[in-house]
């Protein structure tokens, strides 16, 4: 494994084709900032144009939380204006959405507002059984403003969300399981080992086909279903023209591992 620290408040990791990317404010909780903002965006751009990284994880440092949502301190005396350029484009949300690798939330702690907002932002959430989600925006006289009242719904529904987003109530790591905001718990101390198990095995896959694969299943949310069901013939048909598509076939009909060429 090496470490290097390119960003002040983001810790990139690297294992094997992993990338581990960690919000690094443990005395705020992972709070996101403008500096957290930037320094994640920087560390994206990165990771994007870096051939030797597969999937990205995303996580948050110390014991106790995720991210515990955008940066309050920030908030006091602010105008509109001065909100609307914190918030102008490009935004984290939407970059983990459309990023061209698949990003797993990782989420060992709290997870609220903002930080809820950016896990459902993501591909994949994986829980450990202490993790706490929320949408608190509501006891700031705030809304959620990172996408939790649009990509939050798509994930759990209207009634969930409403009952997050106007109650500002915390729920567990169980019920986030069960109302289908996280894809998989485990007891805290095994979060680690078992998410990374699952992104290396992400990461052995074609790159090629696991970004058609991703964009193909980001499609659903964006299109009515006639036409993401041709959408997805033609993402389909396109992979038949990759040296990876030859490469995997061939290996089955040779009963022996694929080795994937990226193209
Ligand atoms: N923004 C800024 N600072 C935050 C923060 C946030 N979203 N969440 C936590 N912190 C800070 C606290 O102010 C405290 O800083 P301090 O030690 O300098 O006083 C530190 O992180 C530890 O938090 P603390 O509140 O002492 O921990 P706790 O275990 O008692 O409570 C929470 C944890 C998550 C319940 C509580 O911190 C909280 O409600 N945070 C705000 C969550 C929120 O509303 N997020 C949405 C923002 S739009």
Same mark, same amino acid.
């Given at each position: 494994?090496?470490?290097?620290?390119?960003?002040?408040?983001?810790?990139?990791?690297?294992?094997?084709?992993?990338?581990?990317?960690?919000?690094?404010?443990?005395?705020?909780?992972?709070?996101?900032?403008?500096?957290?903002?930037?320094?994640?965006?920087?560390?994206?751009?990165?990771?994007?144009?870096?051939?030797?990284?597969?999937?990205?994880?995303?996580?948050?440092?110390? /014991?106790?939380?995720?991210?515990?949502?955008?940066?309050?301190?920030?908030? !006091? *005396? +602010?105008? @509109?204006?001065?909100? $609307?350029? %914190?918030?102008?484009?490009?935004?984290?949300?939407?970059?983990?959405?459309?990023?061209?690798?698949?990003?797993?939330?990782?989420?060992?702690?709290?997870?609220?507002?903002?930080?809820?907002?950016?896990?459902?932002?993501?591909?994949?959430?994986?829980?450990?059984?202490?993790?706490?989600?929320?949408?608190?925006?509501?006891?700031?006289?705030?809304?959620?403003?990172?996408?939790?009242?649009?990509?939050?719904?798509?994930?759990?529904?209207?009634?969930?969300?409403?009952?997050?987003?106007?109650?500002?109530?915390?729920?567990?790591?169980?019920?986030?399981?069960?109302?289908?905001?996280?894809?998989?718990?485990?007891?805290?101390? /095994?979060?680690?080992?078992?998410?990374?198990?699952?992104?290396?095995?992400? !990461? *052995? +896959?074609? @790159?090629?086909?696991? $970004?058609? %694969?991703?964009?193909?299943?980001?499609?659903?949310?964006?299109?009515?279903?006639?036409?993401?069901?041709?959408?997805?013939?033609?993402?389909?048909?396109?992979?038949?023209?990759?040296?990876?598509?030859?490469?995997?076939?061939?290996?089955?009909?040779?009963?022996?591992?694929?080795?994937?060429?990226?193209?």
């Amino acid at each position: 494994m090496t470490e290097s620290s390119p960003q002040k408040t983001i810790l990139m990791e690297r294992e094997g084709r992993v990338a581990i990317l960690t919000v690094n404010r443990p005395d705020k909780l992972n709070a996101l900032n403008d500096q957290v903002r930037e320094d994640m965006l920087a560390a994206l751009a990165e990771i994007e144009h870096d051939d030797g990284i597969g999937v990205v994880v995303l996580t948050g440092a110390g /014991e106790k939380s995720f991210i515990a949502g955008a940066d309050i301190s920030e908030f !006091a *005396g +602010r105008t @509109p204006f001065d909100q $609307r350029e %914190a918030m102008r484009s490009p935004r984290i949300f939407d970059v983990m959405g459309s990023f061209p690798k698949p990003v797993i939330a990782m989420i060992n702690g709290f997870c609220l507002g903002g930080g809820c907002e950016l896990a459902s932002s993501c591909d994949l959430r994986i829980a450990s059984d202490k993790a706490r989600f929320g949408q608190p925006e509501i006891n700031l006289g705030l809304i959620p403003g990172g996408g939790g009242t649009q990509r939050l719904p798509r994930l759990i529904g209207l009634g969930q969300t409403m009952r997050l987003v106007l109650t500002g109530d915390m729920i567990g790591a169980a019920e986030a399981k069960d109302i289908g905001l996280v894809e998989l718990v485990f007891p805290h101390d /095994e979060l680690r080992t078992k998410t990374l198990e699952l992104a290396q095995k992400m !990461a *052995g +896959r074609s @790159p090629l086909t696991l $970004r058609v %694969a991703k964009e193909a299943v980001r499609t659903a949310w964006k299109l009515p279903i006639e036409e993401g069901i041709a959408y997805e013939r033609d993402l389909f048909c396109l992979c038949f023209s990759t040296a990876d598509k030859e490469e995997g076939v061939a290996a089955f009909l040779e009963k022996r591992p694929a080795v994937w060429k990226g193209r």
